[in-house]
């Protein structure tokens, strides 16, 4: 027997998914972002559910060497480009596209003797301040492209919202504003559009949009209801009940003893713990599911167990499922009580956690 601590990934939801950011985006392409071994979800799996997609972004080339050795032919697109020049002649033996965001990349270029030419994205800070070329410099940028031999004349253009998902605000205007000016001076491909950017922002879609949360079915707004969508879950996170025990009023429950029951209580016992990648700082109160029925937190997380008050599902016992998020409780609810994000659960589950793939039906 194993822990029964499980991560079930519905494929047919992740290409669900897909077929919104189609919709909402007609006259794009797709890049499909499965970076972080797929948001956590398993890259190659991903990649082949996403077949559909019309290019993969991920952050380096070890993951794009997973995929292309996993037998994954989709174009594939480094966000961060190469780390050093030694990558180089490897993204072209691969033709695996780069992005070019600092000078010293194109040093390297300029310094590397390459039997042919790199495809190329150029990436401007448009208002993230995180990667990207001043905009100011964008014509002395692109004549300098335009004299080195090593980089494909179909250069493509990109930036990055820094707050799309937060619509109202004017940053992601500013931005828009200031990348259409660029836009209308290349000649190359452009891409913008996260998915904030894509199920918001018509005017940012251009030629790529660049989906990745909303594939994996959470939503990519702050509050979550501004722009409803019909994104399917993806994972289920499941675990079961190893204990069921009874706690009288005035005892205290777990670690440092800070929760004390205010009645006599009945207590379960889930095999889940921040050693599975549950968020440790998961107050008491924190929402999940027994048997289907919503239950909650009591207690501190501990490494490889939770507790919780089974007032809401009296008659369960050992063996009996409980849902951390999936189909019964958002993903995104349990960020929102953990002070997190749903990028950051996703991406925290650890290895001794099984992930299992089905394809079930969604409508």
């Known amino acids: 027997m194993t822990r029964p601590v499980r991560a079930t990934i519905n494929t047919a939801a992740l290409a669900y998914n897909l077929s919104i950011a189609k919709v909402a985006a007609p006259n794009s392409k797709i890049m499909a972002v499965i970076k972080a071994d797929g948001y956590g979800h398993g890259i190659v799996e991903v990649a082949k559910a996403l077949a559909d997609a019309d290019a993969f972004a991920v952050a380096s080339l070890d993951e794009a060497l997973t995929l292309i050795d996993s037998g994954i032919q989709t ?3 480094l966000l961060e480009g190469i780390f050093d020049a030694s990558e180089l002649q490897l993204a072209i033996d691969h033709n695996i596209e780069i992005t070019l965001h600092d000078h010293s990349q194109l040093h390297w270029i300029q310094q590397a003797n390459l039997n042919a030419s790199l495809s190329a994205w150029i ?3 448009t208002g993230m301040h995180r990667l990207g070329f001043d905009p100011a410099d964008y014509d002395q940028l692109i004549q300098a492209i335009d004299k080195m031999p090593s980089i494909s004349s179909a250069l493509g253009l990109m930036s990055h919202f820094a707050c799309a998902d937060e619509p109202e605000r004017i940053e992601s205007k500013q931005q ?3 990348f259409e000016s660029l836009a209308i001076k290349h000649s190359g491909k ?5 998915s904030a950017g894509l199920l918001s922002r018509d005017n940012a879609h251009y030629d790529w949009v660049r989906p990745g949360i909303m594939l994996y079915g959470s939503s990519p707004f702050a509050y979550r209801d501004a722009y409803p969508t019909e994104l399917k879950p993806v994972m289920s996170l499941t675990t079961q009940l190893i ?3 009874q706690v009288k009023k005035g005892e205290a429950i777990g670690y440092g003893g800070n929760c004390v029951c205010e009645k006599d209580t009945t207590v379960g016992v889930a095999a889940i713990g ?3 990648g ?13 048997n289907a029925k919503r239950c909650y937190l009591v207690g501190r997380v501990s490494m ?3 507790t919780i008050d089974l007032a809401h599902s009296p008659h369960a016992q050992v063996g009996d499922e409980v849902e951390l998020w999936g189909e019964c409780l958002s993903v995104n609810e349990v960020a929102d009580f953990a002070g997190t994000i749903s990028y950051e659960l996703f991406c925290n589950i650890t290895p001794r956690v099984k992930r299992y793939y089905q394809s079930k039906g969604v409508s």
């Open 243 to 245: 204990a069921v025990r």
């Open 304 to 306: 490889d167990m939770i």
């Open 176 to 178: 828009s504003d200031i």
């Open 123 to 125: 990436k401007f800070d």
């Open 190 to 194: 452009k891409s913008l559009a996260n």
């Open 278 to 290: 549950y968020p440790r700082h998961a107050p008491t109160g924190m929402p999940v599911y027994v």
């Open 75 to 77: 174009p594939l697109v």
């Open 274 to 276: 921040y050693g599975d």
